[in-house]
């Protein structure tokens, strides 16, 4: 059974820092990693998408990257800012029956303090 | 944009009433899923569906059911709610195949009293 963990559980910076978020899995046979961005109270907002073929995604100031063979995934955040504080979720799919399942980490809670 | 809505954001239920969550994609999507959401233990998978009148148990199932009679919406029932199913509700879509996005709803905070 897949397990997905992410390290640390929570954090807090200073404006203007970078900051790199971990996410490992136990079963590397994954057909994609997504990273999201939740809000309290929220629901779950897509951020990166990074397929089992690739090795990184970049968006504007994130950066995710994937080594499937050591089950492992970061995602680099540029220059943080206040608004950058939510929680970060990872999840993984793998194949159950004839669907693909997301399975997520417990998340990383980011605080970014001016 | 991929549109997935949950019928509502908050619901108080009185326990052992029956109670409905809703979710809708308008994105034909073929993958369903809905997943509860608790403090320190996360997201975790209660059923999916990929295709109509198709349902698979997730990890925690028991006390639940969902029904997927059309392809865009997919429901959760609570049969006789429990004050231990207070959670954050979210429902979440995919397309068919495996190189693709999931997409959330709102989600549904659901108090049980």
């Known amino acids: 059974k897949q397990e997905v963990t992410q390290i640390p559980a929570a954090l807090s910076v200073p404006e203007g820092e970078n900051l790199v978020l971990n996410c490992s899995f136990t079963d590397s046979a994954i057909y994609n990693l997504q990273w999201f961005r939740q809000d309290p109270g929220k629901g779950l907002t897509s951020l990166l998408l990074?397929?089992?073929?690739?090795r990184e995604q970049t968006s504007g100031r994130l950066n995710a990257s994937l080594d499937k063979s050591s089950g492992r995934s970061t995602l680099y955040i540029a220059a943080s800012q206040p608004g950058d504080s939510a929680t970060y979720l990872c999840?993984?799919?793998?194949?159950?029956?004839?669907?693909?399942?997301?399975?997520f980490g417990r998340g990383t809670s980011l605080i970014v303090h001016p | 944009d991929v549109k997935v809505t949950q019928s509502s954001r908050y619901l108080v239920k009185r326990t052992g009433e029956k109670v409905f969550l809703e979710c809708v994609q308008d994105?034909?999507?073929?993958?369903m899923f809905w997943y509860r959401q608790d403090p320190g233990l996360g997201l975790r998978l209660i059923y999916f569906s990929y295709d109509v009148k198709m349902k698979e148990k997730g990890d925690i199932p028991e006390g639940y059911s969902v029904s997927r009679e059309k392809k865009e919406r997919f429901s959760l029932i609570l049969e006789s709610a429990s004050t231990n199913q207070t959670s954050m509700y979210l429902c979440?879509?995919?397309?068919?195949?495996?190189?693709?996005?999931?997409?959330f709803g709102q989600g549904t905070r659901l108090t049980v009293v």
């Open positions: 999840a993984v799919r793998n194949r159950s029956g004839g669907s693909y399942i997301p399975t």
């Open positions: 990074i397929q089992s073929s690739q």
């Open positions: 994105m034909d999507h073929e993958n």
């Open positions: 979440a879509s995919t397309p068919g195949g495996i190189n693709t996005e999931a997409f």
